[in-house]
């Protein structure tokens, strides 16, 4: 009982948690554990993904990214499930000529389909330090967050006939990549390789979430109960007036694009969820 009192207490370990997937020793973990690496040099990237599926939950993660002149580089990080109606939620940040801002890109898979892609400017330089980069997931809604301010929200608007990520487990995974044919300014920006190896950094990951093992969730009927987690508000969890501000102040002074106003992409009409937002 002491031990497991000591590793609840200690925080995440990425042994414990990740798998380096791919990389050939591009992607390490050090600092006993408390800091996973991932490297991109001319011959590959690397990557990772997370020994655990998850139904719900909330995901938290700091990351530093790749400093300097990062043009061409992409550095994914997100949660997906397998097959081909599969359902993902993705932050990927888009790198950048030195002193120019990095792009946060964010998209919404549901059963296969995409192309819910919001992209912000953050207000800060991501690559000076750790920042905490956040997705909620419950029944009822999406919501992307950095230093706990929500940037985006994607509700559960199945009643309008909108499939909402609900049924497939997914798991965490990040990449560190080469996406100059499309990464920055759309491939009018090459990758600089003198700059290489580039490196983006990870620490204080936490996930107060529903694991899924063997077919069935740790929580029961996906709802957490208090024996499974230690806050579980999460679960019906949706931002009260203060954070909605927030969310309003972002989206105001630092979205740089919103599919949901984009009606040439769109000459149909646009999607159903963008008239009920």
């Known amino acids: 009982m002491v031990a497991c009192l000591i590793m609840a207490a200690s925080g995440s370990n990425f042994h414990n948690d990740f798998d380096i997937t791919w990389g050939d020793g591009r992607g390490k973990i050090a600092n006993n554990g408390e800091v996973l690496t991932l490297s991109l040099d001319k011959q590959s990237g690397s990557g990772f993904q997370s020994k655990n599926e998850y139904l719900f939950g909330k995901i938290d993660m700091q990351l530093k990214l790749v400093p300097g002149n990062s043009a061409g580089t992409v550095t994914a990080y997100y949660l997906s499930s397998k097959g081909s109606t599969w359902d993902e939620i993705d932050f990927e940040f888009l790198g950048n000529l030195s002193g120019d801002p990095y792009i946060l890109h964010t ?66 995974y990040s990449s560190l990549w080469n996406a100059d044919d499309w990464a920055t300014r759309g491939d009018l920006v090459k990758t600089d390789w003198t700059q290489a190896p580039f490196t983006a950094s990870y620490r204080n990951f936490n996930a107060d979430a529903c694991v899924w093992s063997n077919g069935a969730s740790s929580c029961k009927s996906n709802a957490p109960s208090s024996s499974t987690s230690t806050n579980n508000a999460w679960f019906s969890q949706e931002m009260d007036s203060a954070k909605q501000q927030r969310l309003q102040w972002v989206q105001q002074n630092y979205m740089i694009y919103n599919y949901c106003t984009d009606a040439k992409r769109f000459p149909q009409g646009l999607p159903p969820e963008c008239k009920m937002s």
């Open 107 to 172: 998209n919404v898979f549901s059963q296969g389909k995409g192309n819910r892609e919001q992209q912000f400017y953050l207000w800060f330089d991501p690559t000076t330090d750790f920042h905490t980069y956040s997705i909620l997931w419950n029944p009822q809604r999406i919501i992307f967050s950095v230093d706990d301010t929500p940037i985006r929200e994607f509700k559960n608007m199945e009643s309008i006939g909108v499939p909402f990520p609900k049924n497939q487990p997914m798991r965490i």
